[in-house]
């Protein structure tokens, strides 16, 4: 944290969250009819980024830009870190038990992935542009967690509402067979859209009647920063494959592999599921940043204390995620693409471009090999071993 806040302040770019000024800013026009005609180009001037969130987001961010700014960022950090830290707990609690969590041992144990998982490249960069994605990922795992309908349904409703792909959380509900959940979650984002329209009529028609799956609003699809199969396909193929036969057919591998992989997992094995149905999410949305990718660091702790942590192979998972997001392979290829905005590209590059979509592909298929080979373990004998062990 400390080494954060000093690169924040020493660094002469390092107050360079270019997201969090879109929040703030950006807001701060709700009331003006005028959310969406916002761009913010001082330090993006290339691509002056536009508010692409739904109403209900500049709602929720409004009394931001009451504060001073600076204030608000450091603020922004220091939750972003806690919310970090929650969401590592709730996932060694998933896969261990609560009871086990709680030992001193575990409890550090949840300091040090935090501590790494700040500088894992979906965490890094979510800290560098100020963005919210480590708050949706806690919004869902606090969800997945809660065994009260009117909670777990509240919670995806309302971040489906900030960031609408987050609603892809709701099938885990599906897979769970919570069905007053899914209903529940589904009126509550409902309600979400009829905040934006009783409050801003017009920015809400506008943006449900017009900009709703403008990709290309969002951003440069083919950058090596969309980490989605379709940002992967077009950068294979040299165009946009927007909606058209390959994104479908792949659309249809990956359906075919998440539900296989899902079906795979011990019945009981929470985490493992909400896994499966976030990769599933984060590869067919037409963009998914590197930064989107936080969820890598709820799946590293699966792969290793999870039910499969000693299928053969589980380490090596683990392994290729750590040194991806460590490395933040994406990151590093981004200093060869010569425009954002290029898609073609040399085969050696589009085809290292896929590093998360092909990571995510052999992870399915892992997963599929794994459990129907016999080498997963209930996830009530994962929490039992610990409590055991404890006692």
Do not use: C
């Amino acid at each position: 944290m400390l080494a954060r806040l000093l690169w924040m302040f020493l660094n002469h770019n390092g107050l360079n969250v270019v997201d969090l000024h879109v929040y703030v800013d950006g807001s701060a026009s709700l009331l003006t009819d005028k959310l969406y005609d916002f761009t913010y180009a001082e330090k993006t001037p290339d691509f002056p980024l536009p508010f692409t969130y739904p109403p209900f987001a500049a709602l929720v961010f409004f009394p931001l830009h009451y504060l001073p700014f600076t204030a608000v960022a450091v603020g922004w950090l220091l939750a972003t870190v806690a919310a970090l830290y929650v969401v590592v707990r709730i996932a060694l609690e998933l896969i261990l038990g609560e009871e086990r969590v709680r030992e001193p041992g575990w409890q550090a144990g949840a300091v040090g992935w935090t501590a790494l998982g700040m500088w894992m490249e979906p965490v890094r960069t979510t800290i560098d542009y100020g963005q919210v994605n480590v708050f949706l990922v806690l919004g869902a795992m606090i969800a997945v967690r809660s065994s009260r309908w009117w909670l777990s349904g509240g919670l995806i409703g309302v971040i489906a509402g900030i960031k609408l792909t987050p609603a892809i959380s709701g099938l885990y509900f599906v897979a769970r067979r919570r069905w007053v959940t899914v209903l529940w979650s589904a009126v509550v984002f409902g309600a979400t859209v009829g905040i934006s329209f009783l409050i801003a009529p017009k920015e809400a028609r506008h943006y449900f009647g017009k900009l709703l799956g403008d990709a290309d609003r969002i951003g440069p699809v083919g950058s090596v920063w969309n980490q989605s199969l379709r940002g992967a396909l077009s950068r294979i193929l040299g165009y946009d494959v927007e909606s058209g036969p390959w994104w479908l057919a792949g659309v249809l591998v990956v359906a075919v592999l998440a539900f296989f992989a899902w079906r795979a997992l011990d019945k009981d094995d929470r985490m493992g599921t909400l896994i499966m149905v976030q990769f599933f999410g984060l590869l067919v949305s037409p963009i998914s940043w590197s930064h989107h990718w936080v969820w890598l660091l709820p799946t590293v702790l699966w792969l290793f204390y999870g039910p499969l942590r000693r299928a053969p192979g589980a380490k090596i998972m683990a392994g290729y995620w750590l040194v991806d997001t460590l490395i933040g392979v994406p990151w590093v290829l981004s200093f060869f693409q010569d425009s954002i905005w290029t898609i073609p590209r040399p085969a050696v590059l589009a085809w290292l471009g896929t590093v998360n979509v092909f990571g995510a592909l052999v992870f399915f298929v892992w997963v599929i090999r794994s459990g129907r080979g016999g080498k997963i373990e209930p996830a009530a004998r994962v929490a039992a071993e610990g409590q055991a062990r404890a006692a």
